[in-house]
């Protein structure tokens, strides 16, 4: 199982842009399918992309074309790219990865919050 540490999450303004980061260690990154997810209150834990090791991504149709997800295996991180931002955006972002026959390795969390 990995650890996951992430970083980027903040306050910003209706239409505007972050970037959070997920670095791994304790295992082999680049054989996970790495993604991210976020809690809204008083809503379900909703993934928001993922992207395996060499393949395309997937996104949750509320933020493509907004958001992207991308992964770096020499510095076991994957990245999401969010731009226009919205309100309903407002969240924890958790990092998230998993393979096969290992139990799914989650961050602490992120609070990212949208003003209008």
């Known amino acids: 199982q990995m650890q996951l540490l992430e970083s980027g999450g903040g306050l910003v303004q209706l239409g505007g842009s972050l970037r959070l980061s997920c670095t791994a260690s304790?295992?082999?990154?680049?054989?996970?399918?790495m993604g991210w997810y976020r809690h809204a209150p008083g809503k379900q834990r909703e993934l928001v992309a993922n992207?395996?090791?060499?393949?395309?991504?997937y996104y949750a149709d509320s933020v493509k074309g907004r958001f992207t997800i991308s992964r770096d295996n020499t510095k076991n991180t994957v990245y999401l790219q969010m731009n226009s931002l919205k309100p309903e955006d407002t969240a924890v972002y958790y990092c998230?990865?998993?393979?096969?026959?290992?139990?799914?390795?989650w961050g602490q969390g992120t609070q990212v919050t949208v003003s209008s």
């Open positions: 304790g295992s082999i990154f680049s054989i996970y399918t």
């Open positions: 992207i395996p090791s060499g393949e395309n991504a």
């Open positions: 998230h990865g998993r393979v096969v026959g290992m139990p799914d390795s």
